[in-house]
Structures are given as C-alpha cells and as structure tokens.
C-alpha cells in the first residue's frame, strides 16, 4: 500500500512539474517577445550646415503611395552649430512598412553622413542597402555616393529626400525561446529546492478523505450564523438582494447610467458584483475561521486545517443560489441559455482556489496580528473599486491596463461577464489565464507552507 502511495505521489509530483514548466515557459516567452512589439526606423547618421529642422521620416503602409509621419521615440540628438548626430529609433504609426521617406531638411550645401537605416518590427528587422540607395533615382535634389560603408548625400536642393523601396522584414536569430526555457528551468528548481510538495499533497489528501466533515461543518456553520434571528437563513440572501438594488438604483436610476454596449447596465452590473459578493465574504470568513473556532484549534486530535475550507464552503452555498437568481434575472431581460454559461462554473471554482489559497496565509497570520482583520477590511474596500465592477475597462488608459490586470479577481470578473454577456471562450486569452494559474499557485505553495510552519503554535497562541 505504501509503494503504491509513493508511486501516485510522484507521478503527482512530476506531472505538477511540467505543468508548471510549462505554464512559467510561455508566462516568460510572452513577457520577452512583448519587447519587440511594435515597428520602427532605426537611425545612424550625422550632419554638417543643417538647419534648425534638419530631417523627418515617414513612411508608406501595406504598398500604398502616400506617406505618413513618423512619430520619435526619445531619439539622442546632439545638434550645435549646424551640425547634428542622430542614433536612435522612430516609432511607426502603424505596422507593414512597405516604403521609407527621409526628408533631409533646405540647407543647400549640407552634408548628411548616414551609417545605418534599419527596419524593425515585431523582433524582424530590414537595413537597407546604402550602396543601392546611392545609385538609386529616389535621392531628389541631392548627390549621392557610397563610401567607407556609409551613404554621403550633399544637398543641392531646396527639397532634398531620399527613398527606400521594396521593404521586407527579415527575422533574426530570437533567443527569447531559451531564455523563457532556462527562466522556466530555474523556478522549477526552486520550486523543488525550497517547496515541501509532499507535506502540500498530503494536506491536500486529507482535505479529500475530510470532505463529508468538510460538507457537514459548512451546513452547521451555515445554519448557526442565523439561528438567533427570527427568518433564520433567509437573511444570508436578503442582504445582497438588496445590496445590490441599491448599487442598481444608485447608478441606473440615480446617475442614469447607460446600457453598457447592448447589455442592460443591471445585467452588465450583477456579472461582476455576485462574484465579489462571495469573494469578500469568504476570504474575510476563512481567515477568522480559526478564531472564531479556537476550541477546535485547542483539541489535538482535530484537523484544523480544515477549518477555512469549512467557511469558504458554507459561503459557497449563498453563491450559489445567486448565479441562479442571476441567471434567472437574464431570462427575465429576453437573454438566451448560452453553452458559454457554463464557464461559470469554471470561473468559479477558480475563484474558491483563490479564496482557498489567500485564506491559508491570512488564517494563520491572524493568529498572531490581530490588526489583520481591520487591515483586510480596508484592502476589501479599495479591492471592490479597483475591480472593474462598477466601471468599464475600457475606460482605462491602454498605458495602465496591466495594473489592473494584475489584480487576480479581474480574471474572475471578466470570465463572468465574457460567459454571460460576450460569449468568450475561457482560453481565448491565453496570456492572462497563464498569469492566474501562477499567481494561484504561487499562492497556494506560499499559503500551504506558512500555514505547516505557524500551525504549531496556533494553540499556545490561541
């Protein structure tokens, strides 16, 4: 029996390792080829009697005729005296450069020295042949010759340019895919040095066989929140009803918000409010969970590990019940069942790992700092409004959409709606359900090992 453990373990154990391989391979493949997103005209030249405007750069899209400006892009220039020194990139309107124009200012008499005109686009780069650019009958109102392996053009005109025909990038040697591979190497090996697995599966393997304790601990805690009132349980689902009424009538009738696209504003509203609602509720829970449970911490035969896990289950019950009533509120409003509906219930079980995994570290931080709870009051608040709940992502500026996106629950808030409203599928954006799984597990180890080394002294502390 025990060599069979020992095999299901490490078979576990490896398969935990690819994945994870894996999953930090692409992360930092991703996160390497986003420095080469974008296109450019790479520049290396040097001037003599130029003017106070010496030069622009545009350039021709998709094999069109006209030219559009390029914008610079933090471009080194040194300029004194009529001369100047260029060695930097201009950043392009848009992609699939198919011509270049330089206009070389209306000095006549100038001399421009260029050594390098390069191409570059998503890592693909062209440098143009200056030999060929000199003996070309694009260069207007200049003289031209090819020496020293650099193009000299005298001015003689009051227009002077030059063209470049016939750009096609060419990819060049990209080592980001061994990066990504020795990055993914070095976490894995961490992972392995530092993370006890086996002290995390079997914690995980009790959770299975505690599972009917799990179920009935969650049905008590449910029933004896509410045992003192007269309406008993009902009151766990009044509240958000009403909650979320007020949000409803706030910002739809009071600030008359819009529908948002073709979505009623309350359906658009209700997509990314339920979620939280059990989020907040179940984190806050967890994390007392032991100190509102001391008694069970003091026994030594108890599983006390259990214990988060027992209020995030019995919050899952009002969840629940409000992606029903959520779902009815869309048959009300004329939307049809949708196959996509059913990602809810991967969104969700992704939000109760998350849950699972902040409660771990938070639950037995408490323990020890009080303040934790009133901290996590504060981070909540902030939390709500930080997540596009209330508001569109699109309202954020393209330059700060990666904070957000930082934040955990905008997957979650953005998988309900993508299922109920957009008709996404969950592995359409590939990038930012990569960037989840780490995080969670990162999470998860971080939570499952501080919570093994602090747990021996719950009950000294308690």
């Known amino acids: 029996m025990k060599n069979i453990r020992g095999v299901v373990f490490y078979a576990v154990k490896s398969v935990c390792y690819i994945v994870l391989f894996?999953?930090?391979?692409?992360?930092?493949?991703?996160?390497?080829?986003?420095?080469?997103?974008?296109?450019?005209?790479?520049?290396?030249?040097?001037?003599?009697?130029?003017?106070?405007?010496?030069?622009?750069?545009?350039?021709?899209?998709?094999?069109?005729?006209?030219?559009d400006i390029?914008?610079?892009?933090?471009?080194?220039?040194?300029?004194?005296?009529?001369?100047?020194?260029?060695?930097?990139?201009?950043?392009?309107s848009a992609p699939d450069a198919s011509r270049l124009r330089l206009d070389l200012g209306s000095s006549i008499?100038?001399?421009?020295?260029?050594?390098?005109?390069?191409?570059?686009?998503?890592?693909?780069?062209?440098?143009?042949?200056?030999?060929?650019?000199?003996?070309?009958?694009?260069?207007?109102?200049?003289?031209?010759?090819?020496?020293?392996g650099a193009l000299v053009l005298t001015v003689t005109g009051a227009d002077p340019y030059i063209i470049i025909d016939d750009i096609k990038p060419v990819p060049g040697r990209n080592l980001n895919g061994i990066?990504?591979?020795l990055a993914a190497l070095v976490f894995v090996f961490a992972a392995n040095r530092y993370v006890k697995l086996k002290s995390i599966y079997t914690m995980a393997a009790d959770m299975y066989l505690s599972r009917r304790l799990i179920l009935s601990l969650a049905v008590n805690d449910f029933k004896?929140?509410?045992?003192?009132?007269?309406?008993?349980?009902?009151?766990?689902?009044?509240?958000?009803?009403?909650?979320?009424?007020?949000?409803?009538?706030?910002?739809?009738?009071?600030?008359?918000?819009?529908?948002?696209?073709?979505?009623?504003?309350?359906?658009?509203?209700?997509?990314?409010?339920?979620?939280?609602?059990f989020f907040s509720e179940a984190w806050m829970g967890a994390t007392m969970a032991l100190m509102e449970y001391?008694?069970?911490?003091?026994?030594?035969?108890?599983?006390?590990?259990?214990?988060?896990?027992?209020?995030i289950i019995s919050g899952l019950f009002v969840h629940v019940f409000f992606i029903l009533f959520m779902l009815g509120?869309?048959?009300?409003?004329?939307?049809k069942p949708d196959i996509y509906w059913l990602q809810i219930l991967y969104y969700s079980f992704c939000m109760v790992l998350l849950v699972t995994a902040l409660s771990y570290i938070t639950s037995a931080l408490v323990v020890f700092f009080r303040d934790l709870g009133q901290i996590m009051n504060i981070v909540l608040q902030f939390g709500m409004w930080l997540t596009p709940i209330m508001?569109?992502?699109?309202?954020?500026?393209?330059?700060?959409?990666?904070?957000?996106?930082?934040?955990?629950m905008y997957y979650i808030v953005q998988g309900y709606r993508e299922s109920l409203i957009y008709h996404i599928p969950f592995y359409d954006n590939v990038k930012q359900t990569l960037y989840f799984w780490i995080v969670l597990l990162i999470l998860m180890l971080a939570g499952c090992v501080l919570y093994k080394k602090l747990k021996p002294h719950f009950a000294d502390v308690l």
């Open 391 to 408: 508001w569109s992502i699109n309202m954020i500026p393209g330059g700060l959409m990666w904070v957000f996106k930082l934040n955990p």
């Open 70 to 92: 390029a914008a610079r892009d933090d471009i080194p220039v040194s300029s004194e005296d009529g001369r100047l020194s260029i060695n930097g990139r201009f950043r392009l």
């Open 179 to 181: 990066f990504a591979a």
């Open 224 to 277: 004896t929140k509410y045992s003192g009132s007269y309406f008993g349980t009902i009151w766990a689902f009044i509240q958000p009803i009403c909650t979320i009424l007020v949000f409803w009538f706030v910002f739809q009738v009071g600030f008359r918000s819009n529908d948002v696209g073709d979505v009623a504003f309350i359906l658009w509203f209700m997509a990314g409010l339920i979620p939280w609602f």
């Open 22 to 67: 894996a999953a930090v391979f692409l992360l930092c493949l991703n996160f390497f080829n986003s420095f080469y997103k974008g296109s450019f005209i790479s520049l290396d030249l040097s001037a003599e009697g130029m003017n106070d405007a010496p030069f622009e750069v545009y350039c021709a899209h998709g094999g069109g005729e006209g030219f």
């Open 109 to 148: 008499n100038s001399k421009i020295t260029i050594n390098k005109i390069e191409y570059i686009t998503d890592g693909a780069s062209f440098e143009a042949d200056l030999a060929s650019v000199a003996k070309s009958d694009t260069n207007n109102d200049t003289d031209a010759e090819y020496a020293d």
């Open 294 to 311: 001391s008694y069970l911490v003091k026994k030594v035969v108890f599983k006390i590990h259990i214990l988060p896990l027992v209020k």
């Open 329 to 335: 509120f869309y048959l009300v409003y004329g939307e």
